[in-house]
């Protein structure tokens, strides 16, 4: 399989080419067939001399996705499901907000975290995505928004997907180098958001790469006895391991954290856990804001949504102790809308399809 030219920096672009004989204005050029006109075939870009198509033809592919599924929901989201070269499928998430269009990447093909209540890791890691292949979703979602004629960008990123994003770490950051590019994409750092569930060692070398890319923490409870009890990786990383992480990269950086909370009906949506995070957050306030996700069910599993009263006796304690907080706007509830559902639930359709077929 030949190597997907999305996941090469500009700078790895550059010294390839120079390598291979090119001179090295050629980068600039290639990298604007791609990003800015994003053609899908190496012989479109007309400007280019032939020597240099023929070399990236034989080294390199544009397309390693192809898309198996799109649903779209009224309120305007739309999630795809892509296939990889090797069989395997993700998914990824367009969301529309009066900001602009965002939208959510996989990193991994599976993901071995295993919190109880996601979807995701219902299907454990398969393999990290390399970063062209997480660069490629960005693309398929842009050129899919091109065929409309609307003149819509991609102008924000999540990296909330399938997978956790540290735990790819060099393909992550390689991604981010890409999309940020101002000759590319350009989209803004300021725009983009790294979500972690939490491994520790990660976040201190996040905090020293010297980036204006967001970081968002999936805290989901506030002591280790009940953060364990929903994330088997708080038994390798603790609070007592988390916080300082958090401290150094708050210190380092002085950017403010994202902590993402979801509530799950009878067992972390009490106000005394409210209190109890409060009490967490309480000397980082200043750069903390608590994003709280109402619950989306996931089949075979046994928690449920939080009341709209213990939702919001939940926001108002945290508000009341000086904690900014928000409760996240819902998007794509008609279609799938936990992360990983439709790829398990395509997954699943595979199975019994080919059980079918054997029991013929």
């Known amino acids: 399989m030949k190597t997907s030219i999305y996941g090469l920096t500009f700078e790895q672009l550059t010294d390839w080419l ?29 400007n280019v001399n032939q020597s240099c198509i023929d070399v990236l033809k034989e080294n390199f592919t544009i397309e390693t996705l192809s898309e198996e599924i799109k649903q779209e929901s009224e309120d305007g989201t739309v999630k795809y499901l892509f296939k990889l070269h090797d069989g395997n499928i993700i998914e990824t998430v367009l969301m529309r907000f009066n900001y602009g269009l965002s939208v959510c990447v996989t990193t991994q093909v599976g993901c071995n975290i295993g919190c109880s209540f996601c979807a995701s890791g219902v299907l454990k890691k398969h393999r990290d995505l390399s970063g062209g292949e997480i660069v490629e979703q960005i693309m398929k979602v842009q050129q899919d928004l091109d065929q409309k004629q609307k003149e819509e960008r991609v102008s924000h990123i999540v990296v909330m997907g399938i997978g956790e994003p540290f735990d790819n770490y060099e393909n992550l950051i390689d991604f981010l180098n890409v999309v940020n590019d101002k000759k590319g994409l350009s989209i803004g750092a300021r725009h983009i958001t790294v979500s972690t569930s939490g491994i520790a060692p990660k976040m201190y070398e996040f905090a020293d790469e010297g980036i204006q890319i967001n970081l968002a923490l ?45 509530l799950l009906k009878d067992v972390n949506d009490h106000v005394k856990e409210a209190h109890q995070l ?83």
């Not at 067939?33 to 190496?42: A, L, S």
């Open 18 to 46: 120079v390598e291979h004989g090119e001179k090295k204005f050629r980068s600039k050029q290639v990298w604007d067939w791609i990003y800015q006109k994003r053609v899908t075939d190496f012989s479109d870009m007309k």
């Open 218 to 262: 999936s805290i989901h409870a506030p002591t280790n006895e009940l953060r364990t009890q929903i994330m088997k990786i708080n038994r390798a990383y603790p609070l007592e391991k988390l916080m300082p992480a958090i401290d150094y990269y708050l210190e380092k950086t002085n950017r403010r954290i994202t902590f993402e909370y979801i």
């Open 278 to 360: 409060a009490d967490l957050l309480m000397d980082k306030k200043h750069l903390s804001y608590v994003n709280l996700i109402p619950y989306n069910p996931v089949a075979d599993n046994p928690y449920e949504r939080s009341e709209k009263d213990a939702i919001l006796n939940f926001y108002e304690t945290l508000m009341d102790r000086g904690i900014k907080c928000g409760v996240r706007t819902e998007h794509g509830t008609d279609i799938d809308a936990a992360c990983g559902q439709l790829r398990s639930k395509q997954i699943e359709k595979e199975k019994a399809r080919k059980k079918g077929k054997v029991g013929v």
